[in-house]
Every structure is written in C-alpha cells, then in structure tokens.
Nanobody, 124 residues
Framework: VQLVESGGGSVQAGGSLRLSCGAS????????VGWLRQAPGKEREGVAA???????SYADSVKGRFTVSRDNANNTVNLMMNSLKPGDTAMYYC????????????????????WGQGTQVTVS
C-alpha cells in the first residue's frame, strides 16, 4: 500500500487548507484512515480518523475546525482544515489501519500500519 499526501503549504492564522491522501490498491473500502501530525520536538498525534462507514472522530484540539471525508470510489481521504492556528503547524501524515471500525482509541498512532511521507502545514 502506498499513500501520498498533498495540499500542504503556508497560510496565515484563520485561513484554510485542504489535504488529500491518495492510496494505491483498494484497501480504503475496508480500512480506517487517519490523519496524524508531528510538530518539531513533539510526539506524533492523531487529529482525525474515519472508518469504513464514514464515521469520523476528532482530537479535541481540532473539533469544530477540521473535517475528514472519504471517497472510496477514488481511494481518497480528505482533511479540510479551517480556522487554522499557529499551533496547527506540523508535518501531517495520512495512515491506514486495517480495521473497519475506529474502536475506543481511534487516534493511537501505533495502530496504523501504513503511512504516507507527509505534507508540511505552516500557519503564521
């Protein structure tokens, strides 16, 4: 499985960005997809995840600002980020967990087995 993120960039506080994650293969339909980020000097953290039925979960830090969606027909998962803050600055990764449902800990990084290379988001 290969995952490729796109859509990162630099934006001023209050602005928006849309990240996309495309996958080779057809696993998206039966898998959970997460967006995780890592800022310099900090641990990687999950911010959003979506299961095979389209049920989404968000970290408290992004609730109400980020929206994750999926297009199984095109093997794509998107992350719409609004009202961005400097604290959102990080490398953003999409990742896949081979499970249909999110479960009780949807953002646990160790549960994701496939990762993209990341896309940088900088908010100033």
């Amino acid at each position: 499985v290969q995952l490729v993120e796109s859509g990162g960039g630099s934006v001023q506080a209050g602005g928006s960005l849309r990240l996309s994650c495309g996958a080779s293969g057809s696993i998206y339909g039966d898998a959970c997809v997460g967006w995780l980020r890592q800022a310099p000097g900090k641990e990687r953290e999950g911010v959003a995840a979506i299961d095979s039925d389209g049920i989404a979960s968000y970290a408290d830090s992004v609730k109400g600002r980020f929206t994750v969606s999926r297009d199984n027909a095109n093997n794509t998962v998107n992350l719409m980020m609004n009202s961005l803050k400097p604290g959102d600055t990080a490398m953003y990764y999409c990742a896949v967990r081979l499970a249909r449902s999110l479960g009780p800990r949807p953002h646990r990084t160790s549960d994701f087995g496939y990762w993209g290379q990341g896309t940088q988001v900088t908010v100033s």
